[in-house]
């Protein structure tokens, strides 16, 4: 016979066991979707993955030959909106470059859940690479820097502190009137071909070139967790000797624990394009660590 109680109790077990027999485990949360407005990604071949980000004004066909020689991994070929012949999209307005696209392929890499990608960049890619490893330390697993410093202006005998208030003066001025665009063309064409001058947008350029000059990454250094190598090449100015330069770079890179930091002779800032057979090497000695 049931009483109030019993009663109570068999009701509610009328209504609960139903449902948790029902009852799914939980599903696992979707994997984020993303896609990147500030740059875009071309992935080729198979096994680890590598993130390789090209430099000012330059494309994801500077990797080229480098991939080809050394098989075997998955690289994620990252091209910057507003550089060769990319379209500009996330990266039109106002404001830096490089740190915005650091913090997109930090969402890449959670979005596509890569387990701790090699990172390779050259030149600001390298700037982009450091931002990237420094500021969202979880997200790579080891980092190659090709020949930039973490304070760029140092490697012309300057500094961020000291350049900022040119760098403000002519931002402006070199982004926002035609001789300005003119003067950013003619240091594409100098320092990056004809077709960088004719396929990157003036304004990007400019922002970046703005921030690459005040940007000082020395005190993050620190907070990459990954370990650090540094291909770099000696003064092509001739200011430092090749001892004084390999200084330069043991004393700038100190805080980021490098486990590698080598000079590669006869060459000049394109590694990749001067020395391929070095480059590949040391790309392919640099995965295998």
């Known amino acids: 016979m049931l009483n109030r109680r019993n009663l109570v109790l068999a009701a509610t077990a009328a209504i609960l066991l139903p449902a948790a027999a029902c009852a799914q485990p939980a599903p696992a949360p979707a994997a984020e979707r993303f896609s990147p407005t500030r740059f875009s990604v071309e992935v080729q071949g198979s096994g680890p993955d590598v993130i390789l980000i090209p430099g000012l004004t330059a494309g994801r066909d500077v990797w080229a030959q480098a991939v080809a020689a050394?098989?075997?991994y998955r690289y994620?070929?990252?091209?910057?909106?507003?550089?060769?012949?990319?379209p500009v999209r996330g990266n039109a307005g106002t404001g830096p470059v490089a740190?915005?696209?650091?913090?997109?392929?930090a969402r890449y890499i959670a979005a596509n859940r890569l387990k701790s990608p090699a990172v390779v960049g050259h030149s600001m890619g390298g700037v982009v690479a450091m931002m990237l490893a420094a500021?969202?330390?979880a997200s790579v697993?080891?980092?190659?820097?090709?020949?930039?410093?973490?304070?760029?202006s140092v490697g012309y005998g300057s500094s961020s502190a000291a350049l900022r208030p040119f760098a403000d003066s002519i931002l402006g001025a070199l982004s926002g009137t035609p001789e300005g665009r003119r003067t950013i063309g003619s240091l594409m064409a100098q320092f990056g071909g004809v077709e960088a001058a004719e396929g990157s947008d003036p304004d990007v350029v400019a922002r970046a070139t703005h921030e690459l000059a005040t940007t000082d990454l020395t005190p993050e250094l620190p907070r990459i967790a990954a370990p650090v190598t540094v291909l770099y090449v000696a003064d092509?100015?001739?200011v430092?000797?090749?001892?004084q330069t390999d200084r330069l770079y043991a004393a700038a890179y100190a805080g980021a624990h490098p486990s590698a930091l080598t000079r590669i002779p006869d060459s000049g800032?394109?590694?990749?394009?001067d020395q391929p057979a070095r480059f590949a090497r040391e790309l392919k000695a640099f995965l295998a660590r």
């Open 70 to 72: 050394v098989p075997g």
């Open 76 to 86: 994620h070929l990252v091209q910057i909106g507003g550089f060769a012949h990319e």
């Open 99 to 105: 740190a915005p696209v650091a913090a997109e392929i």
């Open 135 to 137: 500021r969202h330390p």
């Open 141 to 152: 697993g080891k980092l190659m820097i090709v020949d930039i410093l973490p304070d760029p």
């Open 236 to 238: 092509p100015q001739g």
């Open 240 to 243: 430092r000797s090749p001892e």
């Open 269 to 273: 800032h394109m590694i990749m394009y």
